[in-house]
């Protein structure tokens, strides 16, 4: 995993309304044929709940088991969005847990979908904002930065 830098990009044109909900009933694997069989996510990344996911990436990337710039980025992502958390596939820490997403959940927030660890499972699984992790661990976060939101990342592969 590279190392991020501390950088915030706040202005980016999302697609249309229109074009995120003409996915709405397509099968994943669909999609994923119909990009020559490459956009699917590591197989460990996996449902944390039965919530249907449907958004805008907003991309968070994170040093390993460190949530400092997604307390921003929860600020910053709009009604719609999926935070999409790069967290180079560490397991070891949680990235968040079951108040964090509540709090995503009020605002809008469509999903959040992490390639590294959550806490507080048991509670996750019961609620209606969809979420997809690597892993699941009571170990929590630092919150020593850096990070960069809005930049490419790598999730899953």
């Not at 820490?93 to 507080?120: P, Q, W």
């Not at 630092?142 to 999730?155: A, D, L, R, S």
């Amino acid at each position: 995993m590279s190392i991020p830098g501390c950088r915030i990009v706040t202005d980016f044109e999302r697609p249309s309304r229109e074009l995120v909900e003409a996915f709405r009933n397509l099968p994943v694997a669909n999609i994923d044929d119909c990009m020559n069989r490459l956009a699917a996510v590591d197989p460990a990344i996996r449902p944390v709940n039965k919530a249907p996911l449907l958004g805008t990436a907003f991309t968070v990337k994170v040093p390993e088991g460190d949530n400092l710039m997604f307390h921003k980025a929860m600020d910053l992502a709009r009604e719609g969005d999926v935070i999409v958390i790069d967290a180079g596939g560490d397991t070891r820490r949680a990235i968040f847990g079951e108040l964090m997403l509540n709090y995503c959940h009020k605002r809008g927030i469509a999903g959040v979908i992490v390639d590294g660890s959550i806490r507080d499972v048991d509670a996750i699984s019961q609620m209606d904002i969809p979420v997809y992790a690597k892993g699941v661990t009571p170990n929590g976060p630092y919150k020593n930065g850096p990070g960069e939101i809005n930049v490419p990342v790598v999730f899953g592969g």
